[in-house]
């Protein structure tokens, strides 16, 4: 049995078991699958109040989805978020409180956007990847399945770092990236590598601990050369 709010705005589509909570607004043409859940109260004040659904809805502030969305089954947002135009989300997918996601991005199945993270538009972010609290990820990324993104070099310690992935990177499946660095422009990390140092604009990178290999221009020339060849 679904629930929205008779303070949200539903102006696209919202399937009869989909949640949805608080102030959120929901634009034109979205459509929010079965066993959605939208604005969920984040912890704090889940602490402070008993755990029933009419009182998780006055907890909520809600949250924003743009038009031409999808949203699939089983994905729970919390509050704060704002999603931008015709972004697609996969099944259970988790988007916790205050994260951003740009225009025409893609999140895969299973993949946790687990604290304040910023997505950027054009941005694809393939299944089971694990993005943590104070992710930022630039315009045009590719993010491969599987990928681990971490922001506590000592765990478990009172400081986090932040990893941020710069405008047009691809990130390869599997891979490792250790809090603080920074992959610059149209970096590539290859699958599996554990990069424990920022890679510079237009490098590639792989291996564990990743190491530079090549330039963007020698890898794009390889996969030309890939292409043409056939099977």
Request: hydrophobic fraction near 40%; charged fraction near 25%; proline fraction near 3%.
């Amino acid at each position: 049995m679904g629930y929205i709010s008779k303070r949200a705005i539903v102006r696209g589509f919202a399937s009869g078991s989909a949640v949805i909570l608080g102030c959120s607004e929901i634009g034109e043409e979205t459509f929010i699958d079965e066993f959605v859940y939208i604005g969920y109260p984040r912890r704090d004040k889940l602490l402070r109040s008993p755990r029933k659904l009419s009182n998780l809805d006055s907890l909520s502030s809600g949250t924003r989805a743009g038009r031409g969305c999808i949203i699939r089954s089983h994905t729970v947002i919390y509050e704060d978020v704002e999603i931008g135009d015709r972004v697609e989300a996969g099944h259970y997918v988790l988007i916790r409180e205050g994260s951003r996601i740009g225009s025409d991005s893609k999140i895969g199945s299973y993949a946790k956007l687990d604290g304040k993270v910023e997505v950027g538009s054009n941005v694809s972010i393939q299944s089971g990847a694990y993005l943590p609290h104070l992710t930022t990820i630039e315009n045009g990324v590719f993010i491969g399945p599987g990928v681990i993104v971490t922001n506590d070099p000592y765990p478990v310690s009172r400081k986090l770092l932040g990893v941020r992935i710069k405008e047009g990177a691809i990130i390869g499946a599997g891979a490792v990236l250790i809090a603080g660095i920074e992959v610059g422009e149209r970096a590539v990390i290859g699958a599996g590598a554990v990069v424990t140092r920022s890679i510079p604009a237009g490098m590639v990178a792989f291996g564990c601990p990743a190491r530079i290999m090549m330039t963007r221009e020698e890898y794009e020339e390889k996969k030309r050369m890939r292409e043409e060849a056939g099977d």
